[in-house]
């Protein structure tokens, strides 16, 4: 999802009634797990979508998914810099004392 998300940044996501063209969504696939990718297209219910790096192609975009496949809709995404203080600083916290 690059350039609107970098590997290992933080997002928040939610679960919403209606999901629309243009959103950046969680789907659970059974080829790759969890996925994040945007919102193409809606057609009777089944949702297209596509990533955001245009120099790189991905099989799971030329499928139709269903609602019931959609985790959660991002809704905030954390800077990757404060993600990656965060996590040094949670580390730090979390190691044994020994």
């Keep these: 999802m690059s350039p609107t ?3 290992g940044q933080i ?3 939610l679960i919403v009634k209606n999901y629309r ?3 950046v969504i969680i789907l659970r696939t059974k080829q790759a797990g969890n996925i994040v990718k945007r919102i193409s297209a809606i057609n009777n219910g ?3 979508v596509c990533g955001d790096n245009k120099n790189a192609e991905s099989s799971l975009c030329y499928q139709s998914y269903g609602q019931e496949d959609v ?3 991002m809704v ?3 800077p990757k810099i404060l993600s990656q203080r965060w996590f040094l600083r949670r580390s730090k916290t979390q190691s ?3």
């Design 96 to 98: 044994s004392p020994y």
């Design 71 to 73: 985790v959660g809709k």
């Design 5 to 7: 998300l970098v590997s």
């Design 46 to 48: 089944l949702i297209s």
């Design 11 to 13: 997002f928040v996501s």
């Design 21 to 23: 063209v243009g959103d």
């Design 76 to 78: 905030l995404k954390i």
